[in-house]
Nanobody, 115 residues
Framework: VQLVESGGGLVQPGGSLRLSCAASGFTFSNYVMRWYRQAPGKERELVAHISSGGGSTNYADFVKGRFTISRDNAKNTVYLQMNSLGLEDTAVYYC?????????WGQGIQVTVSS
């Protein structure tokens, strides 16, 4: 089982990034997918989640209107489009897959917002 995040990096305030998380080794279309993040010195927090079929999404208040989660079950990939990034969005972002009692995590990818 693997969840591999990509697309992170350094971006200026107000900029955009799109994170991807490629899944393998399990039936991706069964799983609810989530993005979490963890900033230095802070607890990991839920950013967004998307239902197994992609028809339902939910967001943390601090990203509503700026971030969009989506998935492509044919490609076994979940995405997080991040717009209007601010300094407070700097964190390691993690992809998470969950179905009943099964749960998998990606290794995380750094997003740094800095001028």
């Amino acid at each position: 089982v693997q969840l591999v995040e990509s697309g992170g990096g350094l971006v200026q305030p107000g900029g955009s990034l799109r994170l991807s998380c490629a899944a393998s080794g399990f039936t991706f279309s069964n799983y609810v997918m989530r993005w979490y993040r963890q900033a230095p010195g802070k607890e990991r927090e839920l950013v967004a989640h998307i239902s197994s079929g992609g028809g339902s999404t939910n967001y943390a208040d601090f990203v509503k209107g700026r971030f969009t989660i989506s998935r492509d079950n044919a490609k076994n990939t979940v995405y997080l489009q991040m717009n209007s990034l601010g300094l407070e969005d700097t964190a390691v972002y993690y992809c998470n897959a969950r179905w009943v009692t099964r749960e998998y995590w990606g290794q995380g990818i750094q997003v740094t917002v800095s001028s």
